[in-house]
C-alpha cells in the first residue's frame, strides 16, 4: 500500500514540476519534495496505529469437550466419522447396555418386593386395629368385674396377655412399615442411578462441531476416568475469534468497534466483526499464589500481547472458521475515522496476498 501511495504522489510531482512546470525544480522544492512523504507518512502510519490499530496475528479457536464417559463398558457401535459435521444429539458411540439393563430390572424387582411388604404391613395394622379395640374394652370389663368379685382373677389376666400380644403384633407390623419405607426411599434411588448408568450406554453430541483424534472402536472398553478421554469435540457454534495487539494499540479500542478480519483460508474475503470485549490479562500478570516470596528478577521475557475477542456479524456467521485458523484483521475506533478509509484499503490489498503461496517446491 505504501508503494501505491508513492506511486500516486510520484505522479502528481511528475505533473506539477515536469509535464505542466507549475513550480520550479530546485534545491527547496526537492527538499520538500522529498520530505514531505516521509513525514507525512510516518504521521499517518502513527495516527493509524492508535486511530485504527491492525495486526497481523488473528485467530480462530472453539471450544474443545472432552468427551468422558459417565460409564465404564465394552463399546458397542461408534457411528461417527472424523473431522466430518455433527449435528447437536447424534450418536457418538454405544456401550453395551446388557449389564446396565440388568441392574435396572434387579433395581425393579427389589422394589416391587418392598412395596408388596409395604401392603402387607400396613394390612396386618389394619386388621389388628379392631382386634387391639376389642382386647382393650375386655380387659376393661374383665377389671370392673374384678374389683366387684364378680370376676375370675385369671380371666383379667388372659385378657391383659391377650392384649399385650395383639399390641406387640402391631409395634413389629409398624417397624416392618417403616424399614420398608426407608428401604423403598434407597431402592428408588438405586432405580434412579441405574436408569441414569442405562440412558448413558449412549453418548450424545453436546453440540454442532466434529469429533478429531478419533481412536474408539467397537470392541474397546471405555472408561469413565476423566482423565482417560475417549475423543475430543470441538464444537463450531461458538467460535472464538481473538486479535492480539500490542498494549499501547488498544487506547482507543472499546467493545462495538467495529472490526475487519482475513483469513488465509479465505483469500480475498473480509469478515466483518465487532469487538466483543478485551482480555485485560497475559500469564506475566499472574502471581501464585504460595508460602513463597515473589521472584523479582529480572526475566528477559517477549512482551505479552493483549487479545481483543471479536464476534463475526451475522452475514458471515455461516462462514465456518476452523480451530487454529490464522490471519490479520483492524479494528476502526471512534477516533480518526476520516483515515479509516486508509486502513480498510490496506486490509484489502493484504488480502490479496493470500491468493500467492511462496514456495518454491
Same mark, same amino acid.
Given at each position: 500500500m505504501e508503494i501505491i501511495l508513492l506511486g500516486i504522489y %510520484? !505522479?502528481? /510531482? +511528475?505533473l506539477i514540476f515536469f509535464k505542466f @512546470? +507549475?513550480?520550479?525544480?530546485?534545491?527547496? =522544492?526537492q527538499f520538500i =519534495?522529498?520530505?514531505?512523504? &516521509? /513525514? %507525512?507518512?510516518? /504521521?499517518l502510519f502513527l495516527l493509524l496505529n492508535i486511530c485504527a490499530p491492525a495486526t497481523n496475528d488473528v485467530r480462530a479457536m472453539n471450544y474443545v469437550i472432552p468427551i468422558v464417559p459417565r460409564i465404564t463398558g465394552q463399546v458397542t457401535e461408534v457411528p461417527i466419522q472424523p473431522n466430518r459435521p455433527i449435528k447437536k444429539g447424534d450418536v457418538l458411540f454405544k &456401550?453395551?447396555?446388557v449389564p446396565f439393563e440388568a441392574t435396572v430390572k434387579a433395581a425393579e424387582a427389589t422394589l416391587r418386593g418392598l412395596g408388596d411388604q409395604l401392603k402387607n404391613?400396613? *394390612? @396386618? @395394622?389394619? #386388621?389388628l386395629s379392631p382386634r387391639i379395640d376389642l382386647a382393650k374394652k375386655r380387659v376393661e370389663q374383665f377389671t370392673a368385674l374384678a374389683s366387684t368379685g364378680a370376676g375370675k382373677r385369671a380371666d383379667l389376666e388372659q385378657a391383659q396377655s391377650d392384649l399385650g400380644n395383639l399390641e406387640s403384633e402391631f409395634l413389629a407390623a409398624e417397624a416392618t412399615e417403616s424399614q420398608a419405607r426407608a428401604q423403598i426411599t434407597k431402592s428408588q434411588a438405586d432405580l434412579v442411578n441405574a436408569r441414569y448408568d442405562l440412558e448413558g450406554t449412549t453418548h450424545f453430541a453436546p453440540a454442532n462441531g466434529r469429533v478429531a483424534n478419533l481412536a474408539l472402536r467397537p470392541g474397546v472398553r471405555a #472408561?469413565?476416568? &476423566?482423565f482417560k478421554p475417549v475423543m475430543s469435540f470441538i464444537e463450531e457454534d461458538d467460535p472464538w475469534v481473538l486479535a492480539f495487539f500490542r498494549q499501547n $494499540?488498544?487506547?482507543?479500542v472499546e467493545p462495538g468497534n467495529? *472490526? $475487519? &478480519? !482475513?483469513?488465509? /483460508?479465505y483469500p480475498g474475503r473480509i469478515i466483518k466483526c465487532k469487538v466483543d470485549s478485551i482480555l485485560w490479562a497475559t500469564a506475566q500478570g499472574q502471581m501464585p499464589i504460595s508460602g513463597n516470596l515473589p521472584n523479582t528478577q529480572p526475566i528477559a521475557a517477549p512482551e505479552q500481547r493483549i487479545a481483543v475477542r471479536l464476534l463475526v456479524e451475522p452475514q458471515d456467521r455461516a462462514l465456518f472458521l476452523a480451530a487454529g485458523a490464522r490471519g490479520a484483521g483492524a479494528i476502526y475506533t471512534q477516533h480518526g475515522k476520516i483515515i479509516h478509509i486508509i486502513r480498510k484499503v490496506f486490509v484489502r490489498v493484504s488480502t490479496k496476498m493470500d491468493w500467492f503461496v511462496f514456495k518454491l517446491h
Open positions: %510520484g !505522479f502528481f /510531482v +511528475w @512546470k +507549475w513550480l520550479p525544480w530546485n534545491f527547496t =522544492t =519534495t522529498i520530505t514531505l512523504p &516521509i /513525514v %507525512g507518512m510516518m /504521521v &456401550i453395551d447396555p404391613a400396613a *394390612a @396386618k @395394622k389394619e #386388621s #472408561s469413565q476416568l &476423566i $494499540e488498544l487506547r482507543y467495529e *472490526a $475487519e &478480519i !482475513f483469513m488465509e /483460508v
